[in-house]
């Protein structure tokens, strides 16, 4: 036993003298931000030492990099468990750092099937005997599959479309490979997760189809859908399956009121409540019934006999009076109104509390009144994202809030106003002069818990006067090499009239390729990399969004700024009242990591040497327009009742010039003063990112302007996003300054700075000593120090792109734009 022992001590002193020599190996670790979960059941390793180039990821399902000490040529040995019972020796060498080390065999291996597999590493030097080891586990063969789908309704058949489902959930399912998967699309979109991969079939849930009344006519589209893919686009059109019957009146009713003693029933001592907004979805369509001063309320639709219809109360309207939005549900039979019977009634008893249990509401409908009768009629366009004052009565007028309509026309505050009972609500008049409308009345008096009206003379509705169209682009997830990103291009018309034939046209960046299948608008035509259509629309409001998938190639330069930009032009005799929101735009910083929680702001670009370059500069001595883009997404693992976003504006800016383009949801925007805005999503229900990926995502845009005599002036802005009663999320902050764009070079009598653009260094001529300062787009200090009179600063350690140049001369501060070349 001694004689062992000793042996093997010697073993160990041997080893160990002989791992100070070489590259003595010290750990090895996968490259960050491998992705360990792939659709395919294939793989491949690439082994490097001490650091891989950012695109090894691009080559190789796992690289691996090898650190260690005293760099020299050396050979290695690798051995691989797979995890699924095989395994295998590779033998390679390098001599260089940073360069993947050729293996022999190729280190690559094919799973028997989908699973998770643990994959382990052994690495040793032949030089000195070193070594090191490291394991992953890899989820093989869950893929995703999303599909785009529009589902229309050509009920008796005769080639004729009827309607299209939108906001209606559709069960689909998919079958192939052994397997059946379902889910429910919402907004025509639905994305599979975790299916094995292969070739898949798409039909409709059966059982929804025969609750509903309909057959599958066709579906348009492959015949067969690939998991794994990339986006797949098919229309599916329905029959009605009574035997191609035709769509006839269907009739019901019902009343809201606060049910006192929980009994269900309205008796004398219940109050009813009058306009509240009844959402009728009977699966062809929708629409939106109101309750009278009685509480009651009645609907006509055209939809199938015996078909489901489901009733529901405006989900931001309960949540704006307290009450909970989930519950306010029920679902009915369709029922002619000729057939002799009493239609199904559909009524909601709430429980309002004592005093109704909940602080005053003030609430209202603003809408553009065609027949002058002061009632929102059907028909009649709401206006959204109009800013309505609300003053508390005299002689507490100076206690006032400013809300904003939703998509609806309906604005409400609840809250204290100067103990109130009733409130004088009226129309900003800046956004009246600014469409050319005017207001029916002056001021009008909202009693505490009941609703208004404010009608608006808008030139006398649809087909005169003018209309509002607007586009935007919004980003979708990250941007990076070799991946697919989709963008959302979003266009509508905000009214009062209907925009006849229009022109919307789509740009995007040179170098990447646009997947005309993701296109679900047709009638589109491309030429280079704009994709333009020419449509008609006769409709006074709407809005539309077509999320398309771009291919984004390898080999590009990271951080390089791609634009999407968007146009909307009415082609025929209708002025456009607003052209300022006919132009949308989105910058995306290739590589750029992704935060579901941010705030962005579109950055003024401009050409140089045929690049494009994003800025934070704005033009000195001018009022500039900033668009802001909040995004926000639940990540929670359960949905998200209420979203609010707290979002406090730069006293640099004009608070009074907000304008409201663009939101994902129906939202409700509150200026609580001091330039604190709340964005208020009451009732959205926002899915987790774990149950419904795309539809836990929410986003809006405005815009407004700064203030006069800017020079110099930095905007920051920064959002606190609040999911239900969580702790706020605070996002990025946004960064602007204001710079003279004249004699850039030439920043004041005797300061000279050149070249601009600058290599290697850049001369500044100042005739006195300075400080200098060179910040990002972000406004981040990136370099900064002190020089004489007639000095140079090296710019060799910044990288090509555009910055800020601060100078500070005897006491005076300069900025000026710097481009390194």
């Known amino acids: ?101 050729p293996v022999q065999p190729t280190p690559q291996h094919t ?22 080891s490291d394991s992953v586990v890899l989820t093989l063969g869950s893929c995703q599959l999303p599909i785009y789908s529009l589902v229309q309704v050509d009920c008796n058949n005769d080639g004729t479309v009827d309607s299209s489902l939108n906001n209606v959930p559709v069960p689909l399912v998919i079958s192939g490979s052994g397997q059946t ?31 509903n009344n309909y057959v599958i006519d066709n579906i348009q589209g492959p015949p067969a859908l690939t998991a794994g893919g990339g986006a797949q686009t098919v229309v599916i059109t329905l029959n009605c399956g009574n035997g191609g019957g035709n769509l006839s009146p269907m009739c019901l009713n019902g009343q ?74 029920d679902t009915v ?17 709430l429980n309002c509390g004592a005093n109704n249990g909940n602080p005053n509401c003030y609430s209202g409908y603003l809408f553009c009144d065609a027949n002058n009768n002061g009632v929102m009629d059907a028909g009649e366009l709401a206006l959204s994202n109009a800013p309505v004052t609300l003053t508390a009565t005299p002689p507490n007028n100076i206690n006032s809030i400013v ?52 009608p608006i003379n808008c030139g006398g509705g649809a087909g005169n006067g003018c209309a509002d169209l ?52 047709p009638g589109y035509t491309l030429a280079g990399n704009t994709i333009t259509w020419n449509l008609p629309n006769a409709w006074s409001g709407y809005n539309t969004t077509d999320i398309i998938t771009f291919n984004i190639p390898g080999g590009l330069l990271n951080g390089a700024n791609h634009y999407f930009t968007s146009t909307i032009t009415p082609t025929g005799n209708v002025q456009d009242c607003n052209p300022q929101n006919n132009n949308g735009a989105l910058l995306q910083v290739l590589g750029n990591a992704y935060d579901p929680n941010d705030k962005n702001v579109l950055k003024p670009a401009f050409y140089h040497n045929n690049n494009l370059f994003a800025t934070d500069e704005i033009e000195s001595g001018v009022q500039d327009v900033l668009t802001y883009t909040i995004r926000f997404q639940n990540t929670g693992n359960a949905p998200a009742q209420n979203v609010v976003v707290v979002d406090t504006l730069d006293a640099d800016l004009d608070w009074t010039s907000l304008n409201v383009i663009y939101s994902s949801h129906d939202m409700q925007v509150v200026n609580m003063g001091n330039g604190i805005l709340h964005f208020e999503f009451n009732g959205i229900w ?136």
């Not at 989908?114 to 040793?124: A, D, K």
């Not at 009651?296 to 489901?308: I, M, P, R």
């Open 686 to 821: 926002l899915p987790d990112s774990t149950t419904n990926e795309p539809e836990s995502h929410g986003e809006f845009m405005y815009r407004i302007q700064e203030n006069s005599n800017n020079d110099n002036a930095e905007i920051t802005n920064t959002a606190h996003i609040f999911f239900d009663w969580n702790p706020a999320i605070v996002t990025n902050t946004t960064y602007n300054v204001n710079i003279a764009t004249e004699g850039v070079d030439e920043l004041s009598q005797g300061i000279k700075v050149y070249p601009n653009p600058a290599s290697n260094l850049l001369n500044v001529d100042a005739k006195e000593a300075f400080e200098y300062e060179i910040l990002d787009l972000n406004g981040r200090s990136i370099q900064k120090g002190t020089d004489g009179s007639t000095g140079q600063i090296s710019l060799e350690n910044i990288s090509a792109g555009t910055y800020v140049l601060r100078l500070n001369v005897g006491g005076t501060s300069y900025m000026s734009k710097l481009i390194k070349r």
């Open 256 to 329: 809201i009121f606060c049910d006192q003693n929980n009994d269900g029933q309205f008796n004398g001592n219940d109050t009813p409540i009058s306009n509240a907004p009844v959402v009728i979805n009977y699966g062809s369509g929708s629409m939106i019934a109101y309750t009278n001063l009685q509480g009651n309320y009645s609907a006509t639709y055209n939809a199938v006999q015996n078909a489901l219809t489901t009733v529901s109360l405006n989900g931001n309207w309960l949540s704006q009076h307290g009450f909970p939005a989930n519950l306010m549900m």
């Open 111 to 132: 799973y028997p099937g989908p699973g998770n597999y643990t994959v382990t590493v052994n690495i040793m030097n032949f030089n000195n005997q070193t070594w090191v």
């Open 470 to 521: 607007w586009t935007t682009v919004t980003p979708w997830i990250g941007y990076y090499q070799n991946t697919t990103a989709s963008i959302k291009l979003n266009w509508g018309n905000y009214g009062p009239s209907s925009s006849g034939t229009y022109t919307l046209t789509f740009t995007f960046p040179a170098g990447v390729t646009v997947n005309t299948a993701s296109i679900n608008t």
């Open 1 to 101: 036993m001694k004689k062992i022992v000793t042996l093997c001590f010697l073993t160990v002193l041997s080893l160990s003298a002989f791992a100070q020599s070489g590259y003595v190996l010290t750990g090895l670790n996968l490259m960050p931000n491998t992705v360990t979960t792939r659709c395919d059941t294939a793989i491949n390793l690439g082994f490097y030492a001490q650091s891989a180039p950012n695109n090894a990821q691009s080559s190789y399902t796992l690289p691996w990099i090898m650190t260690g000490n005293n760099f020299t040529a050396s050979q290695f040995q690798f051995i691989v468990n797979w995890g699924d019972g095989a395994s295998n020796t590779f033998n390679g060498g390098v001599s260089n750092t940073g360069v993947v080390i």
């Open 181 to 211: 998967y379902t889910g429910i699309m919402v907004n025509n979109f639905y994305q599979f997760t975790g299916i094995e991969p292969g070739l898949y079939t798409l039909g409709i849930d059966p059982a929804w189809l025969a609750a």
């Open 333 to 349: 039979m369709n029922m002619p109104c000729n057939a002799g019977a009493v239609p199904p009634n559909v009524s909601f008893p």
């Open 403 to 454: 809300v904003f309509t939703d998509s609806t026309g309906y604005f409400t505050y609840c809250g204290p106003l100067a103990n109130a009972n009733f409130v004088l609500a009226t129309v900003n008049q800046n956004y009246l002069s600014y469409l050319g409308y005017t207001a029916n009345f002056g001021v009008v008096t909202i009693p505490a818990n009941q609703t208004g009206n404010l």
